[in-house]
Each structure stands twice: as C-alpha cells, then as structure tokens.
Nanobody, 125 residues
Framework: QVQLVESGGGLVQAGDSLRLSCAAS????????LGWFRQAPGKEREFVAR????????YYADSVKGRFTISRDNAKNTVYLQMNSLKPEDTAVYYC??????????????????WGHGTQVTVSS
C-alpha cells in the first residue's frame, strides 16, 4: 500500500526558507511522478511542482518558479520541496502526491492517485 508522509512545515517569516519532505513507501517509484500541491484557506488546491522519478525532470507553477526547488533522493525514497524567499501568500497546507505507474492525463492535467495528509506552512509578514 502506497503511503506518502509529509514533514517539515512550520511558521516562518517572510523571506525565510523551509524544506518539506515527502517520505514515500509501499512500492518502487521509478515509473511514477511525484508532485507538491497546496491549499490555502478558502481557496482551491493548486499545483506547485512535480518531478518525474525516472529522470528527475521537473516542472513548476509560475508562482513559485525561481523560489522553490523540487528534488528526490532515490536511496531514501523521499521527495523534497526547498522553499526560499517565502511570502505570506505561500501560506497553505502542502500536500505530496504520486501518480500511478502508468501516467494518466485528465481534464485538469496529470492525475495523481495517492495523497499524503499534508503539512502546514505559515508565512508571517
């Protein structure tokens, strides 16, 4: 059974950095894509970044490009989200997600089959 466990959230000030971790277990993820999403109070969940496990290729939302970096550690089966120059508008619950071994594309883009429970990131001004 696939499990995704996020950690690393917290309360920081604007301009600070945080690194989120997503420990993945239950299978080998070499054929999967893992992503980070976030949901702020009163807003819909939005895509942040994703990484293809096989070759490390990445893709970012425009709102975080140049400030956030997604990476993976094969040995630890862990995906990271390094967040620099944090802004109050980055405040949200951050979720880790994984696709199935066969990538599916739906109306909203890549479809993710597995989700973590989230970690809170709060950025004060």
């Amino acid at each position: 059974q696939v499990q995704l466990v996020e950690s690393g959230g917290g309360l920081v000030q604007a301009g600070d950095s945080l690194r989120l971790s997503c420990a993945a277990s239950g299978r080998t993820f070499s054929r999967h894509t893992l992503g980070w999403f976030r949901q702020a109070p009163g807003k819909e969940r939005e895509f942040v970044a994703r990484i293809r496990w096989s070759d490390g290729s990445t893709y970012y939302a425009d709102s975080v490009k140049g400030r956030f970096t997604i990476s993976r550690d094969n040995a630890k089966n862990t995906v990271y989200l390094q967040m620099n120059s944090l802004k109050p508008e980055d405040t949200a619950v951050y979720y880790c997600a994984a696709t199935g071994a066969i990538l599916r594309i739906g109306p909203a883009g890549i479809e993710y089959d597995y989700w973590g429970h989230g970690t809170q990131v709060t950025v004060s001004s």
